[in-house]
T-cell receptor, first 110, second 115 residues
Framework: SQQGEEDPQALSIQEGENATMNCSYK?????LQWYRQNSGRGLVHLIL?????REKHSGRLRVTLDTSKKSSSLLITASRAADTASYFC??????????FGTGTRLKVLA | DAGVTQSPTHLIKTRGQQVTLRCSPK?????VSWYQQALGQGPQFIFQ???????QRGNFPDRFSGHQFPNYSSELNVNALLLGDSALYLC??????????????FGSGTQLSVL
């Protein structure tokens, strides 16, 4: 079963614009992570935010977490064609088990 | 430093057959998790191996089994293949060191097609 649900399912923007995608989850978590997947291959870890954090930055990425609403958002600023990929949130279910959402497919047009 | 390696990259099997997929974790990692990703879906957790034992398991039937070797590499076995087993199988490794276990490193996956 999926723990997280990403929204929107698909997003198409122009290069240079910002991209925002959202994740909602169902149960209490210790942390939430975002991953990127290019062309259906392996996933790459982007950023981790802990349950006691509200916002975190890494380069052009900004992640927010609202545990009261059980939701998170990922903002990619000044997007590039190379950011075209699928983005997944992952939440911990138990100490060592991570559950992935359904993903947002981002397409950045040059 | 080699990352997570999986073999084979592609595999075609027929219904009822058995398949074994292999994974070598990133250097220094001792934990291996397996995920199944159907087309257009997110990865689904199959199970996780640590210290050569299955530590956690997702909602998958007993046809799915695994093994971890003393060198931390792992195998995923699927028996009596069904058409619905067609998917990308991903291996992810992690370390149990403090503050490090949460981050997963993924291999490129094995694309399994069941005909």
């Amino acid at each position: 079963s999926q723990q997280g649900e990403e929204d929107p399912q698909a997003l198409s923007i122009q290069e240079g614009e910002n991209a925002t995608m959202n994740c909602s989850y169902k149960t209490s978590i210790n942390n939430l992570q975002w991953y990127r997947q290019n062309s259906g291959r392996g996933l790459v870890h982007l950023i981790l935010i802990r349950s006691n954090e509200r916002e975190k930055h890494s380069g052009r990425l900004r992640v927010t977490l609202d545990t009261s609403k059980k939701s998170s958002s990922l903002l990619i600023t000044a997007s590039r064609a190379a950011d075209t990929a699928s983005y997944f949130c992952a939440t911990d279910e138990g100490t060592y088990k991570y559950i992935f959402g359904t993903g947002t497919r981002l397409k950045v047009l040059a | 430093d080699a990352g997570v390696t999986q073999s084979p990259t592609h595999l075609i099997k027929t219904r009822g057959q058995q398949v074994t997929l292999r994974c070598s974790p990133k250097s220094g990692h001792d934990t291996v998790s397996w995920y199944q990703q159907a087309l257009g879906q997110g990865p689904q957790f199959i199970f996780q191996y640590y210290e050569e034992e299955e530590r956690q398991r997702g909602n998958f039937p007993d046809r799915f089994s695994g093994h971890q070797f003393p060198n931390y590499s792992s195998e995923l076995n699927v028996n009596a293949l069904l058409l619905g087993d067609s998917a990308l199988y991903l291996c992810a490794s992690s370390s149990t060191g403090p503050g490090t276990y949460e981050k997963l490193f993924f291999g490129s996956g094995t694309q399994l097609s069941v005909l």
